[in-house]
């Protein structure tokens, strides 16, 4: 085959017409300034805003293209989210350094902690997706997600005071409700019981109440599946039903060990 024809059949392949990764781009640079504009001491805010809604204006020409909702004018809306949203991710902050003992002090949280850097992005992007702007806030989490091993799907709904520990391979679906001061570790899975298109406009997630614990690689699915407040859920359980408030739940492994007779 020429490269001619192997050139054909390429453009012949590429069949999505709005599939421009300049917006996957743009979108982790506008993450990243707004990020900082909100923390960095550094970073002037009332400049700032004027180079994020630039970047703004940017991802409304990539991202919308239904001429029948348009997003031009969603930016003076966002950014007077923008205080509301600093302030809970202040409590958050407050949360982790409150319940951490590794924690040294709150600027550690801000810039060390991979869990509050998700959680972050996750508060940032939510805005976005009760919107309903395409695309964006899903490539704010995704590029959290690659740096930090937390998946936070931008529709999840989460209270105040939330703390991710260590944070690597957590993952909260679309549909999710967590309340306030709900801890989760490592490993925990808020999913839905199985996959199927059909239940794109139904609940599928769990709804976690609050002061609830959950403890490493604990999986809990289902959309109906509520875990009540004061509740503390043990590492490795696997839940597909409700949890009744102030419960203790657990996982139970059965370990052997066979020690060797030494002469």
């Known amino acids: 085959m020429n490269k ?15 599939l421009d990764y300049r917006l996957k781009r743009e979108t982790e640079e506008f993450t990243n300034t707004l990020f900082y504009t909100l923390f960095d001491v550094n970073t002037p805010v009332e400049e700032n805003l004027d180079v994020l809604e630039k970047q ?19 930016w003076h809306k966002y950014v007077s989210t923008l205080p509301s949203i600093l302030e809970k991710l202040n409590l958050d902050a407050e949360a982790i350094l409150n319940c951490d003992p590794a924690s040294l002090s709150i600027q550690e949280i801000y810039m060390a902690y991979p869990g509050f850097y998700a959680i972050a992005i996750y508060r940032l992007a939510h805005e976005l997706y009760k919107e309903g702007f395409p695309l964006v806030p899903r490539l704010m989490t995704e590029y959290a997600h690659r740096q930090t091993g937390v998946d936070i799907n931008p529709g999840a709904q989460i209270g105040k005071s939330f703390f991710i520990d260590h944070a690597t391979g957590v993952v ?35 709804t976690i109440m609050s002061n609830v614990t959950i403890y490493a690689n604990a999986t809990i699915l289902g959309g109906e599946t509520i875990i009540g407040e ?34």
């Open 230 to 263: 004061n509740s503390i859920i043990g590492g490795n359980a696997w839940l597909t039903s409700s949890v009744p408030a102030n419960s203790t739940v657990f996982h139970t492994p059965e370990i052997k060990i066979k020690t060797a007779n030494v002469e």
């Open 172 to 206: 909260i679906g679309e549909t999710a409700v967590i309340h306030d001061n709900v801890k989760v570790y490592q490993g925990v899975t808020l999913g839905a019981l199985y996959v199927d298109k059909k239940l794109q406009k139904i609940k599928r997630h769990p």
């Open 56 to 74: 703004f204006a940017r991802l409304v020409d990539l991202a919308c293209w239904d001429l029948n909702k348009p997003c031009d004018k969603l």
């Open 4 to 18: 001619e024809k192997i050139i054909q059949e390429l453009k012949g392949h590429k069949k999505q017409p709005y």
